[in-house]
C-alpha cells in the first residue's frame, strides 16, 4: 500500500545514544612525556655515570689504603732492624807469652801486638760496611717516608673528588626535585622494605597472602620470589601490609 | 626501574595476572605506559582466548611462573 500523503514524521525521542557523536577525549599523558622526559632520562644517566665513578674512586682509594699499610708495615721493620743492630764486639785482651823463654815470649808478644793490630784493622773495616749500611737504611726510610707522605697525599685528593662528587649527586637531585616535586610518596614503604632485601616475607593483598624471598625493590613495586621458583611483581599501591 | 619497564622483561613468557575479582592467564605481547596487552587463554573468566589490555593500576599482582 503507498501512501498518498501523511504528515512529515518528526521523533521525539532524539538520537540514539550509540549514533551520537562521541567527543574524543586527549590522552592522558603522564607527567614524563616530551621535553621532561627526556631531562629526566638524560638525568639519571648523569646519575648513573656519577655513581660509577664513585665506586671506582672508592676502590682506588681503598687500593692506595692497603699500598700505605704494607710501605708502614716495611718502614716499621726497618726501623727496628736499624736499631737493633749489633755493636762491634771489643778487640780481644791477648796477654804477651810468660814463662819459658823471653825471646819467645818476646816475640809471641810481638805477634801478639801485631795479631791485635790486624783485627783492629779488619775490626774497623768491619765497622766502615756497618755503617755504609746504616746509612742505606736510613735514605731507604726517609724515601719511603716521602713515598708514603706522596700516597697520603693522593687519597687526601680522591677523598676531596669523591666529596665534590657527592655535592654534585646531591645538587642534580634537588634539580631533579624541582621537576618532581616533593619525595615519592612510596619513600616510607622503600625504607621499610630495603634491610628485608633477600629474607622471606608475606605480603598481603587485597587477593590474598604472598609468600616467599623479596629480592628487588623498583620505583613503584616489589618483586618476591616464591618457593617454587614463581617471581611475583606487586605494585606498591596494592600491598595491605608486610610481615 | 618501574612495574611496566620491569614488565617488559618478560615479553613472551607466560604470566598471570590477578584482579580483585578475575584471573588472567596467557602469553604477555607488549608492555606500554599504564597498560600491557596479554594473549588470553580460555578460562573460567575468559570463555574464548583473545587479546586483553590490562590496566596496570588495578592489577594487584603479577606471577610469572618458572
Known amino acids: 500500500m503507498r501512501v498518498l500523503w501523511g504528515k512529515t514524521h518528526v521523533s521525539d525521542y532524539g538520537k540514539p ?3 551520537r557523536r562521541i567527543l574524543k577525549r586527549k590522552p592522558k599523558l603522564g607527567i614524563w612525556t616530551g621535553k621532561r622526559g627526556k631531562v629526566r632520562h638524560s638525568l639519571k644517566r648523569k646519575f648513573i655515570r656519577l655513581k660509577l665513578q664513585v ?21 716499621s721493620q726497618l726501623a727496628a732492624q736499624t736499631a737493633a743492630k749489633p755493636q762491634p764486639p771489643s778487640p780481644p785482651a791477648q796477654a804477651p807469652g810468660t814463662g819459658a823463654g823471653t825471646g819467645a815470649g ?10 791485635t793490630g790486624k783485627t783492629n784493622d779488619s775490626l774497623t773495616r768491619g765497622g766502615g760496611g756497618a755503617q755504609d749500611s746504616l746509612e742505606n737504611a736510613n735514605a731507604r726510610i726517609t724515601a719511603l717516608h716521602q713515598l708514603v707522605d706522596g700516597i697520603l697525599r ?46 622471606s616475607i608475606t605480603i598481603d593483598t587485597a587477593a590474598g597472602p604472598i609468600f616467599g624471598t623479596l629480592v ?25 601490609s608486610v610481615s | ?11 613472551g613468557r607466560s604470566i598471570e595476572v590477578i584482579f580483585t575479582n578475575q584471573f588472567l592467564q596467557g602469553q604477555i605481547l607488549n608492555v606500554f605506559d599504564e597498560t600491557f596487552v596479554v594473549q588470553a587463554e580460555s578460562s573460567n573468566y575468559i570463555p574464548e582466548p583473545r587479546q586483553v589490555t590490562v590496566v596496570s593500576n588495578n592489577v594487584i599482582f603479577v606471577r610469572i611462573p618458572q
Not at chain 1, 106 to 115: D, R
Open chain 1, 17 to 19: 545514544e550509540h549514533k
Open chain 1, 55 to 75: 665506586g671506582q674512586l672508592n676502590g682506588n682509594v681503598s687500593e692506595l689504603n692497603v699500598r700505605v699499610n704494607t710501605l708502614q708495615t716495611q718502614v
Open chain 1, 216 to 240: 628487588a625493590i623498583g620505583l613503584d613495586y616489589i618483586e618476591i620470589v616464591e618457593p617454587d621458583g614463581s617471581i611475583v611483581l606487586i605494585p606498591f599501591d596494592q600491598v595491605l
Open chain 2, 1 to 11: 626501574m618501574d612495574f611496566e619497564q620491569r614488565l617488559s622483561a618478560f615479553i
Open chain 1, 106 to 115: 818476646t816475640t809471641t808478644g810481638g805477634n801478639a801486638v801485631q795479631h
Open chain 1, 154 to 199: 693522593q687519597v687526601n685528593s680522591q677523598q676531596r673528588q669523591i666529596d665534590d662528587a657527592f655535592s654534585n649527586i646531591n645538587a642534580l637531585r634537588q634539580q631533579v626535585q624541582q621537576y618532581t616535586g616533593p619525595e615519592e610518596e612510596y619513600e616510607g614503604l622503600i625504607t621499610l622494605l630495603t634491610p628485608l632485601l633477600n629474607t
